[in-house]
């Protein structure tokens, strides 16, 4: 009888749908991989309307040595992912995070293994993105994107084909000059990184952004390629359901401030960061006050307690908003 081969990656999936058949096409795109097999699969349900059981328990229980489902009340996908990295063993080597509504091309974990033993600590990839054609980095460079991937950031690995050393600064990347890495992508070393965590109490936008920020100050060395690795999907995405216009938008702009907040805090700056930082905040407090106004108008005063909300995140809020209100009628009036 031939051995399974020993578990060196473990896949983690934070799950939260209310359509079916979603967790399903993800579990798949696992399980189809080529070129690497020693990895399982752990689906934390996050208090789903549609159970992870009702989902893939067929395919858990064809699988019991590679697909395990962990349930917990709904905590949001931070969370979710905490509790998979909390159950992990003391050997784990790699991680490799999806989320439930997208889909694996075959090659990304061969691809991505194939990289991080290269001497590498983080691996991600291109991906397509919603119902485009186009993948993200076509896109970006084709429309001169302003945070498109540049020449200088890339050294190419010999051996390797379309993958490439990131030469550059990831974490200013990730937090003040365009963010290149998509959590459904990111391959790490756990081993290196065992005690870093996603940021639970921001629930609308960030979380992820602190972990890739988090192994970035580490200085984790990171590889990547040029190939898509994945394909988002439909499905409920917290941050895309938090986008302008939609009614979680001023809960996202109150993460985003506590974001940057959190980041002049707990990280030693650049001096062209904390400016940077600056213009984000003055940013977030006029987009807070022109969509706050804006729904107000549309007697959305289920939104008023964002208002407070933000106030206490940023006590000179309320000083400065008729100010923010004259600015955004000067940029409209300008415009």
């Known amino acids: 009888m031939e051995m399974a081969p020993p578990i060196l990656l473990s896949v983690i999936i934070p799950y939260f ?21 020693a990895f399982d699969i752990i689906v934390v349900d996050d208090g789903s309307p549609i159970s992870a059981t009702h989902e893939i328990g067929d395919l858990a229980s064809a699988n019991p040595t590679k697909i395990k489902i962990i349930k917990q ?18 050997d ?37 993105n919603l119902d485009e054609a186009l993948s993200k980095f076509e896109k ?34 990730v ?9 459904t992508t990111l391959v790490y070393d756990f081993q290196k990184f065992r005690d870093v965590r996603f940021h639970e109490e921001f629930r609308h936008w960030g979380e992820e952004i602190l972990f890739f920020a988090g192994l970035a100050a580490r200085k984790a060395k990171f590889g990547f390629s040029t190939l898509p690795g994945a394909r988002r999907g439909h499905g409920i995405n917290v941050y895309d359901k938090s986008g302008w216009g939609t009614p979680g938008f001023l809960a996202r702009l109150r993460d985003e401030l506590r974001i940057y907040r959190y980041a002049t805090r707990e990280w030693d ?65 300008a415009d």
């Open 73 to 90: 009340e709904n905590r949001r996908a931070g969370a979710a992912r905490n509790t998979a990295l909390n159950s992990l063993p003391a």
């Open 175 to 183: 937090l003040f000059s365009g963010n290149l890495i998509m959590p």
């Open 17 to 37: 749908q209310r359509e079916p058949r979603i967790l399903r096409r993800s579990i798949n795109s696992a399980l189809s991989q080529k070129g690497f097999a």
């Open 92 to 128: 784990r080597r790699y991680v490799a995070l999806l989320d439930s509504d997208d889909e694996w091309e075959p090659h990304h974990l061969a691809t991505a293994v194939a990289v991080l033993t290269h001497g590498y600590d983080c691996y991600f990839s291109n991906l397509y």
């Open 269 to 333: 700056l650049t001096d062209r960061q904390r400016a940077a930082s600056q213009e984000k905040f003055w940013r977030i407090r006029r987009d807070f006050a022109a969509t706050f106004v804006a729904r107000i108008a549309r007697l959305e005063f289920s939104q008023l307690h964002q208002f407070a909300r933000f106030s206490r995140e940023d006590p000179i809020f309320p000083m400065l908003f008729p100010f923010l209100l004259l600015q955004v009628a000067w940029k409209k009036l």
């Open 140 to 173: 970006e460079e084709t429309t001169n994107f302003p945070d498109r991937l540049r020449p200088d950031e890339m050294k190419a690995l010999t051996g390797l084909p379309n993958c490439y050393e990131f030469c550059g600064d990831m974490f200013d990347r």
